[in-house]
């Protein structure tokens, strides 16, 4: 069997071998070789999981969603691994099975794997009960979001086709108990775990000596999806921010101490290799959004709900997407209440019968609005600065 260098930048730091579907990439950090796993994870969504060298095995990162093709595109990719690059590859070496965060793309196939390997399943304890108790975490998820939908001013029986559209139900993931809860700084077999949250509660990165493995936390092209901490704890602008911010001290840290570019190696899209670069246009991305959500609200005639700023903003018709639009229009929204910028009228006429928030910006005009997500990396400076006391 023939393998094909990839012509990535000559810059890239770390040699990318693909295999000769293109289905399986090695990456030869400088801990071991490293193996990438192509699998389409959702109908429009292509995931990748890892395959790391760790002591006596390997460390399977992340899982698929264990529908559509998925578990099969990942079985014939272990094949490919073990007929083009290492004879010695089996599934039954796979001794953990580690979990970026509890999305269905990236958990779904958690069960089956452990199963067939006896592998054990380690998460962020902050999302270990929703591979552990999936059901119960999606009953009680679901009435949170009927809630917040109806505050965000979406009509009674769009609620039900919207969380549909959403797809987090009661018997959709196999339940698998956790074998390891992780908090972020542990070190085990030559990994290096980070908690960054933000893209969802539990979110880790996963250091290997000079890749980043990185889940949803940044992707090469898309802003990763946001949500409110009203509705998802430990998530919202904020916290990403925060996390971004992290991994871009993370990789010019590494770097001034081995004298090597980090590699960001995500679950969906292509490596990143200029880490700072791209967290600043992710940024700057946030940051026009946010402009674009104050501009809308300046030029409104009237206070407007999120469904009625989502429907300026994104709505294209897809009802798989309402519920991701106004989770992201959500999560704007709570940043700029939370920086001032924003204010809820009517909060007197509020009911429960009657909960839509109305939302107005507290400004004559869009232009004068300080860059918002440069106040939230001012408190994430100001919070990390090593002279304070
Ligand atoms: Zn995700
Ligand atoms: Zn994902």
Redesign the pocket.
Known sequence: MTCVESNLKRSDPLKIIASSTGAVSRFQTNAGDVYQIQAR?LPF?I?FVYLVPIEGGWALIDSGSGELNSNADIESGFQVVRDEFDASFRVEKIRHIILTHA?I??FGGASEWSRRTGAGIWIHAFESRLVSAYDACARVENMRYVQYLLESGVASEDVQPILGGFGFKPGRADQAPVSRKLYGGEEIYGMKFFYLPGHSAGHVAILFGDALIS??LLLSKTLSQVWPARMVPQTGALNYVFSLKELERIAIAFEERFGKKLTVLP??EEPITDIPCRVETALRSMERRNQRLLKILCEADAPLCLAEIARQMYWNGRPNREFFALSDVGCRVELLLQLGILEIVDSERLTNETPVLRYKALLSDAETAENTIQQVVRMYLARNNPDTI
């Open positions: 994870v969504l995931g999305h793309d990236h889940g949803d679950a969906h």
